[in-house]
């Protein structure tokens, strides 16, 4: 790995400042001053000390938020908040992005990563990840909907879902409900229940795979994933 990009993925600025701070003469690399930017070191074996301090280089950062409403699942936008804006500088410097996405109006559990690899197996289709959600409807839940989910539905473009596992929680003039899918078609638990004549009025996603949405996270707080956390999600995928 090249200097200058490991230390600008451990906080020590842009591309541009850390050519700055090599400039400088403060970067040793197992005791001798580098100061080429194209340097390249091994950040498992080789020393790097900036300023009498040792660099400890992570590649990956992995990220539960509960997402709030009004922010989108983006790494950027011109006219919206992004979740990636909700981060420390120290968190975005690593250049992570959502796995998948929420919509707008949705709160709840999402993951942010730079890892592709785990994203990617975990986006799958292949893999069946199942994403759980909590959701109030605005009129009864029935049994007869329970079993309508179980078989899956046909969305409006004609697509036919796959089983969706529907959890009364509470049923009457509004129901609050439990989904389970395995899939992540565009605003698919909305137009699952649009296709019996329903409408949901409240989403949150409540888990994906092993995760599940640590409750003390107020709404736009996030944690890292502990080391169990993580390694139950890589197992899954």
């Not at 020393?47 to 709030?68: Q, S």
């Not at 079993?147 to 929680?169: H, M, N, Q, S």
């Amino acid at each position: 790995m090249r200097i200058d990009k490991l230390l600008s993925n451990t906080g020590y600025g842009s591309r541009k400042e850390v050519k700055q701070l090599l400039k400088s003469g403060s970067v040793l690399v197992n005791g001798t001053v580098v100061k080429d930017a194209k340097t390249h070191v091994d950040p498992n074996h080789d020393l790097v000390v900036v300023h009498n301090e040792e660099v400890y280089y992570r590649e990956f950062i992995y990220i539960m938020m509960n997402k709030p409403q009004g922010v989108i699942s983006a790494t950027e936008d011109l006219r919206e908040k992004t979740v990636i804006d909700l981060l420390d500088i120290n968190d975005a410097q690593f250049n992570p992005f959502p796995v998948g996405r929420l919509d707008k109006d949705t709160e709840g559990l999402l993951l942010i990563t730079n890892d592709g690899q785990l994203a990617h197996t975990l986006l799958s289709p292949k893999k069946n990840v199942p994403k759980t959600y909590f959701a109030v409807i605005n009129s009864e839940v029935t049994e007869e909907d329970v079993r309508l989910f179980e078989a899956g539905v046909t969305l409006d473009d004609g697509y036919e879902t796959k089983p969706g596992y529907l959890k009364i929680l509470k049923s009457g003039l509004t129901s609050d409900i439990e989904l389970t899918i395995t899939e992540g078609k565009f605003h698919q638990v909305k137009r699952m229940f649009e296709a019996i004549g329903k409408r949901v009025i409240y989403l949150k996603r409540i888990s994906m795979g092993p995760l599940q949405l640590d409750e003390s996270l107020d709404l736009g707080e996030y944690r890292e994933l502990t080391k169990e956390e993580l390694e139950q999600l890589k197992d899954k995928a």
